[in-house]
Every structure is written in structure tokens, then in C-alpha cells.
């Protein structure tokens, strides 16, 4: 056999493990080799002290030297070769060659005991001997890497032991089974010494292919991302028109059935599905864009006050349609936390709607606390709770608690993580306690700032409040269902609107007289007109108008370079409430 039986638990290596091997037994013969000549020429010399003849010493130490450079060269040869030639082919043409070459070793090694024999003293026969022994012992700890190897070397010193009752021809018979333990002993501390190497190998082999499997399974795992976040970029425009037409409908419908009781409920409950499918699709595109990379992290000084009067006006008329109480505890005016504005304001936003949306009965609580340089924003609910064993995977994407499903079956689990990465990129914490049935509070701790001299909130109207607006809008949209359900709630709020599915027909508009004052357009239209540069055109002609860009894209360069110019960009689908506060702006008459 070439080997001793591994253990169980021991696998094989691969060719290049036992390479790895022979290179390791190789390089330790040839340093045993190395100094040969050397303690050649110093038994000799002690021989020669002691009276004894030293002249086989002599000549020994002396022959070792081209055997030396034998080896050596051998050596360089079997490294050269390791570039050339895989590694099976190695294997089967240099392990017999090193096995030759340990084999001469060891029967060299045991002449030694020959050249004293006759000469010697029995002080000096049991150095010799001892010398042997120390090798053999030495070689089983560094050699046994190849065990085809090292047995060579260690039968090829064997032949020490023959000589054993010349050696000592008094004691040979107390001698002899001492060596013959010591050799048993130094044999199996080379079998467990070999299996040790053979185990290392192939664990660090097993630990390569592991790790290369990770780096292919996370490499996949990357391009999977990357080609789902490419396909959600390019489909949310696709996927956002029939939500943002369906969303203008609903209000419109809404507005004009208020005074059919038999509709009420129905017309709510469609306001609140279309809002679900539009929280649904926001938290989606916003957890791939922060996955992928997309989100630049701007920090700025941000009002509390102004956050708080934000999230009133975008769930006041969520929480009055589920009757809960959505309550505000305002911080003080001049409360300001430094943080991205959109991140922060989409994480409060998400844990909102997430506390109202498995609130079945009482209400939500928003707060903040001063907690030593930072501010603590609480969202507390009375909702159905975590329980202890899920709060630790309750961050994840697409994890809802078993009870959520019970409760509230068209949520997808995104909302909290993308919490959990808008707060990661900002630097901030998060946290939450929770009691399974009594409720909830999430919070996030963002840094304290200084306040900015001059507010930067606005309160929109109040929410709901959606009166007539008497004034002009043109509309620019490439989907006719889309520009129908922008004339159907721009009616219903008696705006004058005008509608246009390209560049020509807006500018046609104007010609005929019309004069808007405020002007919304899509960025992608079917014309392949850029929407940016139709609305700075339109707008350069008509100097008077307001226009924001209303786009299903998140990450269109168009719409990144109209956000760094000023401009507003609206994302569909637009939320009515955001656009009537916007137009009440807009359209409001002079000296009004």
C-alpha cells in the first residue's frame, strides 16, 4: 500500500493535495541530506579523538557531496516540472524517483554503523545509534507528508538494526528490542504525523472549493440582483401607469359618489386598496434601488416639526378610513436631526403605514424624545404585536409574521426592511419592543443637528380637503387610460385641463390660446421625445407656468438631472392628496 488506511472522518486529497505533499516529503529528504557531510566529518573527527579509525566517516561525509548536489538538482528539475505538467503525471513519474532517493538515504545513513564497527568504542556505538534513532523520530514529524516516502527512508534504516548484534556483541540481545520498540513508537507517531498532513490538505482543499462556491453562488446571487433591479427599473414605468390612472380614477369616482351612502364604504375600500398597491410597489423599487447601490446618501439638517406635519398630511385620511386614532406628539419647533431627508422620511413613513396597517382597533402614536445628542423617533400602535422568537427576523425582506398573514393578507414583507436599509446607510439605529397581542413601538435614533434659521416645511392643506381649483393644467402622458384619469379628477376638482400625448400636441394647445399654470409631464413618452426637455420647452414658452415631472422611473438620468436642477418630480402613482396640496398651490390666483 502507499499509504496507511486514513481515518474515518479523513478525506482523500486531489492530485494536487498529494503533490502538495511529495513537494513538502521532498524538501525535508533533501535538508536531511543537507547535513550529511557535515556530521560525517564530525564523527569522524570524534572517532579519531577517541583513537578509532575515521577514514569511513571521512570518505562517507566526502561521497555525500555529489549526492548532494544530486538532490539538489533534482530538485530544481521536479519544480520546473511542477509548471509544465498537471499534476497526475507528476505523481506517477516523481513520487518512485524521491522513494529511490529516500531509500539510498536511509541505507546510507545506516552504514554509518558499519564504518565504526571494529574501531569503536561502546560509548561511541550507542552516540551512533542515538543519532540514528533522533533522525528517524525527527524525519516521521516532517517527511511523513508522503508516506511512500518516508517508509523508504525509514526500512532503508532498518538495515541499522542487522548490524545491531556486531554493534554490540555483549549487550546486543538488551539493545536490539529497545531499538526495535523505539522504531514501533517513531513508525506510528508517522502514521498519525502523515494522516495530520493528509487531513490539513484536504480540509484546506475542501475550504477552496467552499469558498470558490460561495464566491460563484454569491457572484450569481449579485447578477441575480442586479438583473432583478434592472427589469424593476425598466418595468416601473409598464407596471405604475394602469396603478396611477386606476389611483385618479378611485378619487375621482370617490368624489363624485360622497353622496351615495351604498358607495361609501365601497369607493374607501378601493382608496385604501390602491393606496396598499402603491405602498407595495414603492417599498419594492425603493429596497432594490438601495440594494443596488442607486441611493446617494445626502445628509442634511432636517425639522422634525416639518417631518411630523408630513406624515399627518400622507395618513391622516388612511387612519380616519380604518377608524383608528393616528396620533402626534409633536417635538419642539426647533427639533432637527441630521439625515438623508428621502431615507428618513421614508423610514417613518413605512413604519406608519406598517403600525396602521396591523392596528385592527385603537390607534397609532408618533413621537420623539431627546435621548442624550440624538433624537428617538417612537412609533407606537396598539396593534397585534411580535412575538419574542420573530423580532429577530422581522427586518428581513419578505418575512411577515405568522399572525400578520391571519390578519392582514396583502402585505409583502418589505415595508420594515426597507427600514432596516435606509437606516443602515444613513448610520442610525433602529430597534423595536413588542408584546404578542398588546402592540408595538419601532423607533429610529438619528443624530441631533442644528436647527436651520428658517423653516423648511411648508404644511400642506389639511388632509381631504379636496375643494374646487379654478385654474389651468396641461398634462403630458403617452398612455390614453392614463391622460382619461387625469381628465376625469382634474374635472372633478373643476380644473381647465388640456391634454397631450407629445411635444406637438402640448405646443398645439398653446397656440390655440391656452395659457397653463401648471404644467405635468411624463418622462418617458412613445414619441421618443425626453419629457425633461419638453417640460423646460414648454415651460420656456410659457414663463408664468409651474411644471413638475410625473414618472413611474426611479433612476433615469433625465429625471436625476431635473431633481439637481430644482424641478419636482412627482412618482406614480401620485398620491391625491400630495397633488391636490400641490395644485391648490400652483393655481391660486393672484392677490387670493
Known amino acids: 500500500m502507499d499509504r496507511p488506511a486514513p481515518a474515518p472522518d479523513t478525506p482523500i486529497p486531489s492530485d494536487a493535495g498529494q503533490l502538495r505533499l511529495l513537494s ?93 564497527m571494529g574501531s569503536a568504542s561502546y560509548d561511541f556505538m550507542l552516540l551512533v545509534y542515538a543519532a540514528l534513532m533522533g533522525t528517524v523520530a525527527v524525519l516521521a514529524a516532517q517527511m511523513s507528508a508522503s508516506w511512500a516516502v518516508y517508509r523508504a527512508f525509514f526500512f532503508g534504516m532498518g538495515g541499522s538494526l542487522v548490524l545491531m548484534p556486531w554493534a554490540f556483541k555483549s549487550h546486543w540481545y538488551f539493545t536490539l528490542p529497545i531499538a526495535l520498540v523505539m522504531m514501533v513508537v517513531i513508525y506510528r507517531s508517522a502514521i498519525h504525523s502523515h494522516r495530520f498532513f493528509v487531513r490539513q490538505v484536504a480540509l484546506e482543499e475542501h475550504s477552496r472549493d467552499l469558498a470558490e462556491r460561495y464566491r460563484q453562488a454569491s457572484s450569481a446571487a449579485e447578477m441575480a440582483l442586479a ?8 418595468a416601473a414605468h409598464d407596471l405604475r401607469q394602469p396603478v396611477h390612472a386606476m389611483g385618479l380614477l378611485a378619487e375621482a369616482i370617490a368624489l363624485h359618489g360622497k353622496d351615495i351612502p351604498r358607495l361609501e364604504g365601497l369607493l374607501t375600500q378601493w382608496r385604501l386598496s390602491m393606496r396598499s398597491v ?89 413621537g420623539a424624545r431627546r435621548r442624550g445628542g440624538h433624537w428617538r423617533i417612537e412609533v407606537w400602535d396598539t396593534g397585534v404585536g411580535v412575538a419574542l422568537e420573530e423580532q429577530g427576523q422581522i427586518y428581513q425582506a419578505f418575512y411577515r409574521p405568522h399572525h400578520a398573514w391571519q390578519l392582514h393578507r396583502s402585505g409583502h414583507g418589505l415595508g420594515l426592511a426597507v427600514v432596516a436599509r435606509c437606516v443602515a446607510l444613513m448610520g442610525a439605529r433602529q430597534g423595536l419592543q413588542s408584546r404578542l397581542g398588546r402592540g408595538s ?67 398645439a394647445h398653446i397656440e390655440a390660446g391656452f395659457t397653463p399654470q401648471a404644467i405635468l409631464c411624463d418622462q418617458r413618452l412613445r414619441s421618443g421625445e425626453s419629457g425633461f426637455e419638453v417640460l423646460l420647452a414648454l415651460l420656456e414658452r410659457c414663463p408664468d407656468a409651474h411644471g413638475a415631472m410625473v414618472s413611474g422611473e426611479f433612476d433615469a438620468p433625465e429625471l436625476q438631472e431635473a431633481d439637481a436642477q430644482g424641478y419636482l418630480v412627482l412618482r406614480k402613482p401620485v398620491d391625491a392628496d400630495t397633488l391636490h396640496a400641490l395644485l391648490a398651490q400652483w393655481l391660486r390666483q393672484p392677490g387670493a
Open 24 to 116: 513538502a516529503a521532498f524538501a525535508r529528504l533533501r535538508l536531511s541530506m543537507a547535513a550529511m557531510p557535515a556530521m560525517g566529518f564530525l564523527f569522524g573527527g570524534l572517532l579519531a579523538w577517541l583513537g578509532g579509525d575515521p577514514r569511513g566517516f571521512f570518505i562517507g561525509g566526502a561521497l555525500y557531496l555529489p549526492a548532494l548536489w544530486y538532490a539538489w538538482h533534482l530538485l530544481r528539475r521536479y519544480r520546473r516540472e511542477q509548471l509544465e505538467h498537471p499534476p497526475a503525471d507528476l505523481l506517477a513519474t516523481w513520487q518512485p524517483r524521491v522513494q529511490r532517493l529516500a531509500l539510498a538515504h536511509g541505507v546510507a545513513l545506516a552504514s554509518a554503523v558499519a564504518l565504526s
Open 227 to 234: 438583473e432583478k433591479n434592472r427589469f424593476l427599473s425598466t
Open 278 to 366: 402603491s405602498h407595495m410597489f414603492d417599498a419594492l423599487l425603493d429596497l432594490s434601488r438601495i440594494e443596488s447601490g442607486a441611493v446617494e446618501l445626502r445628509p442634511a439638517a432636517l425639522s422634525l416639526h416639518g417631518l411630523f406635519d408630513d406624515i399627518h398630511t400622507q395618513f391622516a385620511a388612511e387612519a380616519g378610513a380604518r377608524r383608528l386614532a393616528l396620533r402626534l406628539h409633536r417635538p419642539p419647533a426647533h427639533a432637527t436631526v441630521l439625515a438623508d431627508p428621502a431615507l428618513a422620511r421614508q423610514s417613518l413613513a413605512n413604519l406608519v403605514h406598517n403600525a396602521l396597517r396591523y392596528t385592527p382597533h385603537g390607534g397609532v402614536l408618533v
Open 441 to 507: 413601538c419601532f423607533w429610529v435614533e438619528l443624530p441631533a443637528a442644528e436647527a436651520p434659521p428658517l423653516a423648511q416645511w411648508a404644511p400642506l392643506d389639511a388632509q381631504g380637503q379636496h375643494g374646487p381649483l379654478p385654474g389651468r393644467c396641461l398634462v403630458l402622458d403617452d398612455d390614453p387610460h392614463v391622460l382619461g384619469a387625469w381628465a376625469a379628477l382634474l374635472g372633478t376638482w373643476e380644473v381647465e385641463v388640456r391634454l397631450a400625448s407629445n411635444a406637438a400636441e402640448a405646443f
